[in-house]
């Protein structure tokens, strides 16, 4: 039987950071990661593989991450997992001992039991695996008609993607917008417009009562009898944590059906850890049971349970998922960190937002400027940044990550009127109306 100091179990973005973190605070321990992926696709890449990239070879994070940090590297399934013995089995009948274990098993799509016609031909999902996405890319060459199931980030991505190389796209969404959860209305209806705009249907406020067609997929049945034609349907209704050995080997697993974990990343037993899609969460403001799942969050867990696997610091623990997005609709860009305006007043928050539109450059003659609109969404009484929402430019996801920082940092509104900025006329906004401050500015002038 072999042994090793630390096992990762899982080998996409959180079992790669999980396992790299560990052997670089840990450098004397052994680290070994196992997947059961010949080649690991880059998570939020996927979409893109059906347009602007030529193939899924392209969305392929190197080995040479684990290789260059110390980490062996081994392709096999685990199949059971002995919490006492601290024992891992895989599908060859290998086994492998350990001192301490993270699982990182990720998520796969959900294909919702109510959905009839799920199971008929040309139906897919957004999986992350290479084999099965280079199969479902190469069929699609010969469709024209596709409908995608679901406005979140996944679901405006491929329908994007696959627009541009023209495909007949359209999106059903069953809430008012596309992005409704993690954006306020405006900035939703906002990108809403551009997809119809780009040339896709988008058919909100729809809900989805069957597949139909003999063997193939050839229309959508909306509940309200109306159908929409498909040559294909892709499903981007969500994903579910994939915690089966987890549960095998009696790990708790919450009510959302995720492991659970405290702050630090330990599940039930002290020795096993656990991140990413498969580990529990919690919302930053709310400290509600949530069920987001990012590869940006989950590499944030990851690198906390590889600090703490042996000594805990209480530095270094994770305070709940504060759900930062971002994704873009042409040239323009959206994104979203915190509670929105709508799920605050939702929780009963009594908040104060504010609003302010201008532009990412300065001059606004400069080519390639655009406009920039920053909202933020912050708590009455405290001034505590509660939440923040960006449209703009390339810049766009940056911007939301300083954002993001200010609200695991509980800054307030009135810190943001002094803070100092550095400025450049092609990388950033006018100092004279930064939209990040003059959206501050707003929200103070409301409340005074």
């Not at 099965?132 to 024209?144: C, E, I, T």
């Not at 040339?199 to 009562?209: D, F, L, T, Y």
């Not at 040559?231 to 009696?250: F, M, Q």
């Amino acid at each position: 039987m072999e042994k090793t100091d630390i096992l990762v179990i899982g080998g996409s973005a959180a079992g790669i950071v999980a396992a790299t973190t560990s052997k670089a605070f840990h450098k004397n321990k052994k680290v070994i990661l196992v997947r059961k992926e010949e080649k690991v696709l880059v998570p939020c890449g996927i979409p893109y593989i059906f347009g602007s990239l030529d193939s899924s070879d392209q969305n392929v994070i190197p080995d040479a991450a684990l290789s260059n940090a110390g980490v062996e590297l081994k392709i096999n399934e685990a199949v059971s997992l002995d919490k006492d013995k601290k024992i891992c089995r895989f599908a060859d009948g290998e086994e492998i001992a350990f001192e301490k274990a993270v699982i990182a098993t990720g998520s796969v799509p959900a294909v919702h039991a109510w959905l009839v016609g799920a199971d008929l031909g040309n139906v897919f999902t957004v999986a992350k695996d290479k084999n099965y996405l280079d199969q479902f890319s190469k069929k699609l060459a010969d469709f024209k008609k596709i409908v995608v199931l679901g406005g979140g980030f996944i679901g405006i991505e491929v329908a994007d993607e696959l627009n541009k190389i023209g495909k007949d796209v359209t999106i059903v969404e069953m809430l008012p917008h596309v992005l409704s959860l993690a954006f306020d209305p405006e900035l939703a209806c906002e990108a809403q417009e551009l997809l119809k705009a780009r040339g896709i249907c988008v058919r909100s406020n729809s809900k989805v009562k069957e597949l139909s067609g003999a063997k193939q997929v050839e229309k959508v049945v909306l509940s309200d009898g109306e159908t929409i034609d498909a040559d294909a349907v892709i499903l981007a209704t969500g994903y579910k944590p994939c915690v089966s050995l987890a549960a095998e080997a009696g790990l708790q697993i919450n009510k959302m059906g995720f492991i659970e974990v405290n702050e630090y990343m330990h599940t039930s037993h002290k020795d096993i850890f656990a991140v990413g899609d498969c580990a529990e969460k919690h919302g930053f403001i709310t400290r509600a049971l949530k069920g987001t799942m990012l590869a940006s969050a989950a590499c944030a867990e990851a690198r906390i349970a590889g600090m703490n696997l042996y000594k805990l610091s209480t530095l270094r623990s994770f305070s709940g998922n504060i759900s930062i997005f971002c994704t873009c609709i042409g040239d323009t860009a959206f994104g979203a960190a915190g509670v929105t305006e709508t799920l605050a007043n939702e929780r009963g928050f009594n908040i104060c937002c504010g609003t302010f539109e201008g532009i990412d450059k300065h001059p606004g003659t400069l080519p390639g400027t655009h406009k920039q609109v920053v909202k933020l969404i912050v708590d009455d009484e405290s001034g505590v940044i509660l939440g923040g929402e960006v449209l703009g430019g390339c810049t766009t996801g940056e911007l939301i990550n300083m954002i993001g920082l200010m609200i695991q940092n509980r800054m307030t509104v009135s810190s943001l009127l002094t803070f100092q900025i550095g400025t450049q006329p092609l990388l950033t906004a006018p100092p004279t109306a930064y939209p990040l401050i003059k959206a501050a500015e707003a929200v103070v002038m409301q409340s005074c």
